[in-house]
């Protein structure tokens, strides 16, 4: 089982409309969780970072369910320029360091 | 925000050489990197972890007599495609962290990428 996974997608969406991501994690010594947004051939860029309580940012709303392991983000009112790879990464404590684990990513398309 | 900084953003090379790339953290310093690996459609895979002064970490499955990591301050670290072949072509990525680790809810900051192609 991978550690992080998500559904590959790819979302197809018109503007202005909601979307959801799902994502779980299967270890529980798993200390952070974010989501990164990866444009196509370029670097992952973070997001943002997901809490307990849950977080927005905008348009962007975060979820952690810890006793699930499972961690979600929700996009309303979807532009263009949203179209992307979203990453959720963990970040899992070893003995030695603290790694970032990446799962696959889900692709999203916001057509007009 | 904190900039790391990769090059080259891609290379072309023939079967049986040697590729270096850079990473480097341009305004922190990073006592760990981490170098990572992305095939088409794939997620980012955890290469090694570099860490200044010793020895480089390898993952699982990650041969370190051919990915060659050399981290010898704290704003560089070089990731060497020792004898690349066509199946090493992909997307290299490096990634560093003010303060080092990736602690809990500190932003990892990511190199542009280095795309290999290995002909």
């Known amino acids: 089982r991978k550690e992080v996974e998500q559904d590959p997608g790819p979302f197809n969406v018109p503007e202005g409309a909601t979307v959801a991501f799902n994502c779980t994690y299967s270890?529980?010594?798993?200390?952070?969780f974010f989501w990164y947004r990866q444009d196509c051939r370029k670097e992952p860029k973070l997001l943002m970072s997901?809490?307990?309580s849950g977080n927005e940012d905008g348009r962007f709303t975060a979820q952690l369910n810890r006793a699930s392991q499972y961690i979600s983000l929700l996009i309303r009112d979807s532009k263009l320029s949203d179209s992307a790879t979203y990453l959720c990464?963990?970040?899992?404590?070893?003995?030695?360091?603290?790694?970032?684990?990446f799962g696959t990513g889900t692709r999203l398309q916001v057509f007009p | 925000g904190a900039v790391v900084s990769q090059h080259p953003s891609w290379v072309i090379c023939k079967s049986g050489t040697s590729v270096k790339i850079e990473c480097r953290s341009l305004?922190?310093?990073?006592?760990?990197m981490f170098w990572y690996r992305q095939f088409p459609k794939q997620s980012l895979m955890l290469m090694a972890t570099?860490?200044?002064?010793?020895?480089?970490?390898?993952e699982q499955g990650v041969e370190k007599d051919k990915f060659l990591i050399n981290h010898a301050s704290l704003t560089l670290s070089t990731l060497t495609v020792t004898s690349a072949h066509p199946e090493d072509s992909s997307f290299y990525i490096c990634?560093?962290?003010?303060?080092?680790?990736?602690?809990?809810?500190?932003?990892?900051?990511f190199g542009q990428g280095t795309r290999l192609t290995v002909v």
């Open positions: 990634s560093a962290s003010p303060g080092g680790q990736p602690l809990p809810n500190t932003e990892a900051f």
């Open positions: 305004d922190f310093q990073a006592t760990t």
């Open positions: 990464v963990v970040n899992i404590a070893f003995i030695d360091t603290d790694k970032l684990i």
């Open positions: 997901v809490y307990s």
């Open positions: 570099s860490n200044e002064g010793s020895k480089a970490t390898y």
């Open positions: 270890n529980s010594a798993s200390q952070s």
